[in-house]
């Protein structure tokens, strides 16, 4: 079992930064990749960012060149740093991870989310 949590949302001005923070507990040295994603109202829930245990990461192309997704292993956190914000990345933002100690048994976990708002 993994448990997530979200932090660092808020209300920021188009061109501003945010750094959003996801604190991970449980079986931790399970989880074999995670990432972010968000979702704005009407909208379907869209993945933005991953990073893998090896440190590879994606990125959607909406947000490359702005946002950066990092881990953080001896906090157990995992951080995206978005700047140069836009009014349409406004949205809740989600962590997940995926985790499972075996390819055929893997299990998603998510945090509940934090808003982030980009005013223009």
């Known amino acids: 079992q993994v448990q997530l949590v979200e932090s660092g949302g808020g209300l920021v001005q188009a061109g501003g930064s945010l750094r959003l923070s996801c604190a991970a507990s449980?079986?931790?040295?399970?989880?074999?990749?995670m990432g972010w994603y968000r979702q704005a109202p009407g909208k379907q829930r869209e993945l933005v960012a991953t990073?893998?245990?090896?440190?590879?990461?994606t990125y959607a192309d909406s947000v490359k060149g702005r946002f950066t997704i990092s881990r953080d292993n001896a906090e157990n956190t995992m951080y995206l740093q978005m700047n140069s914000l836009k009014p349409e990345d406004t949205a809740v933002y989600y962590c997940?991870?995926?985790?499972?100690?075996?390819?055929?048994?893997?299990?998603?976990?998510w945090g509940q989310g934090t808003q982030v708002t980009v005013s223009s």
């Open positions: 990073i893998t245990s090896s440190g590879t990461t």
């Open positions: 997940n991870a995926r985790a499972g100690h075996f390819v055929w048994k893997q299990n998603d976990y």
């Open positions: 449980g079986s931790i040295f399970s989880i074999n990749i």
